[in-house]
């Protein structure tokens, strides 16, 4: 239960971070960041209910294409559900902002791992 709010903080603040970029993903203010966070996160946890192995084929036979159109999904959904998160430029955004989401989700969770505040 602590990883996951861990990770509903995190995947908050890289959305914070991501609406300062210019690729179209607007969000009010920090609670909106902290519902979406939530939403994004216990999707993302349903979709790694899916066995490891059921999942990596797919990503692998379509070069990461899979993964990305899940991951897209996931961030329209919140989009759509959450007042305060627009996207302004629909498909596009969603794309963008689900490959920005995952790098800076990625430094994010490195820099803590490196202080020893999530486990490895």
């Given amino acids: 239960m602590v ?3 861990i990770s ?3 995947i908050s603040i890289s959305l914070l971070l991501i609406s300062k970029l210019p690729i179209g993903v607007l969000i009010n203010n920090p609670l909106k960041a902290l519902i979406s966070g939530a939403i994004i996160g216990a999707f993302d946890g349903l979709y790694h209910l899916i066995p490891g192995w059921l999942r990596t084929i797919p990503a692998v036979l ?3 294409l899979i ?5 897209t999904i996931i961030f329209a959904v919140a989009a759509w559900l959450v007042e305060g998160f627009r996207l302004r ?3 596009g955004s969603a794309i963008l902002g689900a490959i920005a989401l995952a790098v800076v989700n ?3 969770f490195s820099v803590l791992r490196l202080f020893g505040l999530v486990a490895a």
Avoid: Q
Wanted: a neutral charge.
């Fill in 62 to 64: 379509s070069f990461g």
């Fill in 8 to 10: 509903i903080i995190v």
């Fill in 106 to 108: 990625f430094i994010l």
């Fill in 67 to 71: 993964p990305l159109i899940v991951h």
């Fill in 89 to 91: 430029w629909g498909l």
């Fill in 3 to 5: 990883g996951f709010l």
